[in-house]
């Protein structure tokens, strides 16, 4: 299993630039979400989904969107970049119960907009 | 979502045992305690997670007190490579697969 991946490692926008980070699990996943890391700063929620056609918003969805149209699948899209949206973007993934199953996180995506 | 507290900092010697504490106070008693690590800038690692009993995993020990409302994570030998912010973290119940961070505990360990 390549476990969550996530394309690309690095990325530069201009302001009002749009794009696609994407993210897979090969583990047949129920649950997946997206989060952002500020330098020195924890992780935030952005967006999750529990299945296939669901998603909700977490702490900070604003800016972007987001669609679950496979269990595999789970891109972020950024509709008009902003430099308040430089940051490191994770994917992670669980499966079973809500309570007690680990997530599995990606290797993150570098994302600076100028 | 019950909110975590954990101290910003901690230092460790190198061999000593790491003991990272863990306020939850509002956990309900559907919500699971789980604990990550992040080494650097790669993604968060799963170490241990538990609902009420103590749990015990090839990294580490995972305490949580009667009323359940604490936890200590205990790295047993701790080495140069333990050097990582931990998270703890509730989830399940009412909020189900939503998982939120907090700030967690950066642990440094020194030789």
């Known amino acids: 299993n390549a476990g969550v991946t996530q394309t690309p490692k690095f990325q530069v926008l201009k302001t009002g630039q749009s794009m696609t980070l994407q993210c897979a699990q090969d583990?047949?996943?129920?649950?997946m979400s997206w989060y952002r890391q500020d330098p020195g700063m924890g992780l935030r929620l952005i967006h999750y989904?529990?299945?296939?056609?669901?998603?909700d918003q977490g702490e900070v969805p604003n800016g972007y969107n987001v669609s679950r149209s496979t269990t595999e699948d789970f891109p972020l899209r950024l509709l008009s970049a902003a430099p308040s949206q430089t940051s490191v973007y994770f994917c992670?993934?669980?499966?079973?119960?809500?309570?007690?199953?680990?997530?599995?996180f990606g290797p993150g995506t570098r994302l600076t907009v100028l | 979502d019950a909110k975590t507290t954990q101290p910003p900092s901690m230092d460790c010697a190198e061999g000593r045992a790491a003991n990272l504490p863990c306020n939850h106070s509002?956990?309900?008693?559907?919500?699971?305690v789980y604990w990550y690590r992040q080494i650097h800038s790669q993604g968060p690692q799963y170490i241990i997670h538990?609902?009420?009993n103590n749990e015990t995993n090839e990294m580490a020990s995972l305490i949580i007190t009667e009323d359940r409302k604490s936890s200590t994570l205990i790295l047993p030998h701790a080495t140069l490579r333990d050097t990582a912010v931990y998270y703890c973290?509730?989830?399940?119940?009412?909020?189900?697969?939503?998982?939120?961070f907090g700030a967690g505990t950066r642990l440094f360990v020194k030789a």
């Open positions: 509002t956990i309900s008693g559907n919500e699971y």
């Open positions: 992670a993934s669980s499966y079973g119960l809500a309570g007690g199953a680990e997530q599995f």
């Open positions: 538990g609902l009420k």
């Open positions: 989904s529990v299945g296939a056609g669901i998603t």
């Open positions: 583990m047949n996943h129920e649950y």
């Open positions: 973290i509730v989830r399940g119940g009412t909020g189900g697969f939503k998982t939120i």
